[in-house]
Antibody
Framework: EVQLQQSGAELGKPGTSVKLSCKVS????????MHWVNQRPGKGLEWIGR????????IYAEKFKSKATLTADTSSNTAYMQLSQLKSDDTAIYFC?????????WGQGTLVTVSS | DIQMTQSPASLSASLGETVTIECRAS??????LAWYQQKPGNSPQLLIY???SLADGVPSRFSGSGSGTQYSLKINSLQSEDVASYFC?????????FGAGTKLELK
């Protein structure tokens, strides 16, 4: 059974960074792309970017190019996303997801709250 | 970027009714479209991929159709557990983009 287990909720101060993790079990992440999606409170879904864990290649949505940094550790089968220069409007739930055609597998989400 | 225009934003329907949600892409996405269901507090769940293929474990009352720029999700014989928000997503081009969502409630 494929499972994506995300790290716990984060409280970050404005201007700081947080690093979220997404540990995959039941599937080798070398064989897929890992995507990240956010959802602001009461809002819709927004695609942030994806990483190819096999070679580290990344693609980002334009608005996240200076906000998010995606990495992956194939030895631990874990994907990471660092969010930098946190602002109040970065407050959201962040999901990792994977799947070839549509995202068949999702993590449970990590709530990031930005507050001083 | 490809814009996904989803309608309606909200929908109220009775048990047993058939409901349809539409999604229009700003350019041809060649059926590279998925539909998701999201219940409050949960992650999205894949319902349909490639515009009309049912994901594993999804009840057959859900179906997808469309091509080019116009797509739809149909739910036959609405059940209480179908109360949720629904999102379309194109994966034809990066950046992948989602529709704004449809909130489905019971009448």
């Amino acid at each position: 059974e494929v499972q994506l287990q995300q790290s716990g909720a984060e409280l970050g101060k404005p201007g700081t960074s947080v690093k979220l993790s997404c540990k995959v079990s039941g599937y080798n992440i070398r064989n897929t792309y890992m995507h990240w999606v956010n959802q602001r409170p009461g809002k819709g879904l927004e695609w942030i970017g994806r990483i190819d864990p096999a070679n580290g290649n990344t693609i980002y949505a334009e608005k996240f190019k200076s906000k998010a940094t995606l990495t992956a550790d194939t030895s631990s089968n874990t994907a990471y996303m660092q969010l930098s220069q946190l602002k109040s409007d970065d407050t959201a739930i962040y999901f990792c997801a994977m799947g070839g055609r549509g995202f068949a597998y999702w993590g449970q989400g990590t709530l990031v709250t930005v507050s001083s | 970027d490809i814009q996904m225009t989803q309608s309606p934003a909200s929908l109220s329907a009775s048990l047993g009714e058939t409901v349809t949600i539409e999604c229009r892409a700003s350019e041809d996405i060649y059926s590279n479209l998925a539909w998701y269901q999201q219940k409050p507090g949960n992650s999205p769940q894949l319902l349909i991929y490639d515009a009309n293929s049912l994901a594993d474990g999804v009840p057959s009352r859900f179906s997808g159709s469309g091509s080019g720029t116009q797509y739809s999700l149909k739910i036959n014989s609405l059940q209480s557990e179908d109360v949720a928000s629904y999102f379309c997503q194109q994966y034809n081009n990066y950046p992948y983009t989602f529709g704004a969502g449809t909130k489905l409630e019971l009448k």
